[in-house]
């Protein structure tokens, strides 16, 4: 059985370019107060609840996007700093405009951001949710706009994101 601590070797053959990731299931000890910002804050909809257990939500109606659940974590604390775990969950924002929505939205509940960055290849805001999970959210520009080197390579940087620019621009 091979050791799950040592790296394994890259892949001969890439993945299909058409895999996504689709969804993420978070860990949350208060489902109610964990609904009241992905729903109520950030706007996704209910699509299933489990009774005080789990709930998944989604945005147009998909089956879910999120989930969440106190089946292991009712009550619970966030991990300590240093511990191993998820470090965020990114939701894309398809225009800048909705980005900016979305920050009006995390102002008007009072959600203080932890930090805001373009990053050349798009733009983001970082969070944390009411059980300290990590949340981004971002909107990535055309892929015509991404920054290169002279190379050709993939030149992603990371710079302060102007807050008031994104809010005016959208």
């Known amino acids: 059985m091979p050791d799950p601590l040592r790296p394994m070797t890259p892949q001969a053959r890439p993945i299909d370019p058409g895999v996504r990731i689709g969804h993420v299931h978070l860990k949350v000890a208060d489902l109610d107060r964990a609904l009241g910002f992905y729903c109520g804050v950030l706007g996704f909809e209910v699509i299933q609840r489990y009774g005080g257990q789990a709930a998944f939500v989604s ?3 998909y089956h879910h996007h999120i989930g969440l659940n106190t089946w292991e974590s009712l009550g619970g604390s966030p991990p300590p700093p240093g511990s191993t775990g998820l470090f965020h969950t990114a ?3 398809p225009t800048r405009a909705l980005l900016a929505d979305a920050l009006r939205r995390l102002m008007a509940a009072g959600v203080a951001l932890d930090g805001a960055s ?10 944390s949710d009411p059980d300290r999970n990590g949340v981004e959210l971002y909107w990535d ?4 706009a991404w920054p290169v080197s002279p190379d050709g390579t993939l030149a992603m940087f990371t710079r302060r994101l102007d807050l008031d620019d994104l ?3 959208a």
Do not use: C, F, T
């Open 59 to 61: 945005a147009g109606g």
């Open 91 to 93: 939701i894309l924002y």
């Open 118 to 127: 373009d990053h050349g290849v798009s733009e983001a805001l970082y969070l």
């Open 141 to 144: 520009r055309p892929r015509e």
């Open 167 to 169: 809010l005016r621009g």
